[in-house]
């Protein structure tokens, strides 16, 4: 059976701290497609400076050397909110007879009770939890305590049984791929270095970097 790893976000812009973890990951489970899903902009986040047409196309550059990943745009083709839930729904649909990994990292696992029908979910996928630096799992809430209890799955073969409602997490797994996997990168932080004309080369895709360049975006 074929898998498929699914990484949403706003890719405001997309960098080497998405790509290059997702890649680790992907090799790691043997998938043999990742979608990389940017998200429409909740209501309670900035208004980017950049159109959704605009980050979906960085999406696509970054997705051109790796012949596994796929840029999928159905969220930002979707009206309304875009719930991760429905994503699901509809890639279950479309793969009916493929495994589904929907892959965060560790900021959204401690969040993750509060998502928008979290249980269905986990119905429709396995969660694969990346490793993110200065996120830890002390003192993590008793909501994420049961949910762990529920379903954390502690190895792939086990995990590669069930075709959903699995938990894994990634810390210490991965020892080859450890320097990918505690890229401290963030977007802001990018579009920050940007607006003050700092060099990002090392933090970008070079295709990326050249059509934020070429575009004058984030200035």
């Not at 208004?47 to 696509?60: D, F, G, I, L, Y």
């Not at 979910?121 to 762990?148: F, K």
């Not at 932080?189 to 070429?214: G, M, T, Y």
Request: aromatic content about 6%; hydrophobic content about 35%.
């Amino acid at each position: 059976m074929t898998s498929i790893g699914i990484l949403g976000g706003t890719f405001d812009p997309i960098h080497l701290g998405h790509t290059l973890p997702v890649k680790a990951v992907a090799d790691y489970l043997s998938l043999t497609k990742v979608l990389l899903i940017p998200a429409n902009i909740p209501p309670h986040k900035a208004t980017p400076n950049v159109s959704a047409k605009q980050r979906a196309e960085m999406v696509h550059l970054a997705c051109s050397t790796e012949l596994s990943f796929t840029c999928d745009e159905r969220e930002l083709k979707r009206d309304g909110n875009s719930y991760t839930v429905d994503t699901l729904k509809e890639l279950a649909e479309s793969f009916p007879q493929q495994t589904l990994y929907f892959i965060v990292g560790l900021d959204s696992l401690l969040t993750f009770t509060r998502w928008h029908q979290y249980q269905e979910i986990l119905s429709l996928c396995h969660l694969i939890v990346n490793t993110r630096p200065n996120y830890h799992l002390e003192n993590i809430d008793q909501a994420t305590i049961t949910l762990l209890k529920n379903h954390q799955i502690h190895n792939i073969n086990e995990l590669k049984k069930h075709k959903s409602g699995g938990i894994l997490l990634l810390p210490n797994m991965l020892p080859t791929y450890q320097d990918h996997l505690h890229l401290d990168i963030s977007s802001s932080e990018i579009r920050q270095q940007l607006a003050k004309k700092q060099d990002c080369q090392q933090l970008l895709a070079p295709s990326v970097l050249s059509f934020i360049n070429k575009n004058k975006l984030y200035r």
